[in-house]
């Protein structure tokens, strides 16, 4: 059981994290060292930044650009590269952390009865994505480099506030059997955003809106590929060692 939980978990974490990665470097790198640069003050809004960050965008995508070096930032070929390699193993350990969770996840399930295969991993797997990164997201969008945000407790209380009562709800949806119980899941899906994620109440940023729309519609979209695949991936591994 032990061996079960650890292998999947790695090694679903790992194929997940390794997706993460290669889709973070295609759809959201550019757009973190364009915010960077608004964040610098190199780039300014409405200051004729527009132009130079498409093109910050295309030279990044082409491979151009090499050793660019603004007012305070520096993306230089051997910095890039640690920055980048960097970046590959934080995201597979998080992915392998998330993976360890799934699997406990599994294992519980199944105590009470639940058949767990590839399917079923994939829906886990995208309640994961619900309880990770959408419900919290619907409070505290993804920041883009050059946001500003509300003191950082306040937001870390209401993220993991919410994590655990989006998990509880959807628990209590895909597996109760009792009427109240739909209720109670229903207002701990509701309450975190009743409540209200913590907020300036002002806007501060000095990072054009756009650029911080795409950037969260991408770490969404990223993150809902990685977690199926880390559901699908986990689903499978369990299921195959029930069958041994």
Do not use: N
Request: with cysteine; glycine share 18%; charged share 10%.
């Amino acid at each position: 059981m032990f061996q079960r939980l650890v292998t999947g978990a790695v090694f679903a974490g790992c194929a997940a994290g390794l997706i993460a990665a290669l889709l973070h470097f295609s759809f959201v790198q550019a757009l973190i060292l364009t915010g960077e640069q608004y964040e610098s003050g190199a780039l300014t809004h409405f200051a004729g930044g527009g132009d130079h960050a498409v093109h910050a965008d295309a030279g990044e995508a082409s491979g151009e650009d090499a050793g660019h070096d603004h007012a305070t930032h520096k993306h230089g070929e051997s910095g890039g590269l640690a920055r980048d390699g960097l970046t590959v193993l934080f995201t597979v350990l998080i992915y392998v952390a998330y993976g360890f969770i799934l699997i406990a996840g599994f294992g519980a399930a199944s105590t009470f009865g639940a058949r767990i295969g590839a399917v079923q991993g994939l829906l886990w797997g995208i309640g994961g994505f619900a309880v990770f990164q959408l419900a919290p997201a619907m409070g505290l969008a993804p920041e883009l480099p050059g946001t500003v945000a509300a003191d950082l407790g306040a937001r870390q209380v209401w993220w993991w506030g919410t994590a655990l009562l989006t998990a509880a709800g959807l628990l209590g949806l895909g597996y109760g059997r009792k009427a109240w119980v739909f209720v109670l899941a229903g207002v701990a899906l509701a309450l975190p955003h009743v409540i209200g994620a913590p907020t300036l109440g002002e806007y501060y940023g000095s990072a054009p809106p756009e650029l911080g729309a795409a950037f969260a519609a991408r770490v969404l979209g990223v993150g809902l590929v990685a977690w199926a695949v880390l559901g699908w991936v986990a689903g499978s591994v369990w299921a195959r060692g029930e069958r041994v």
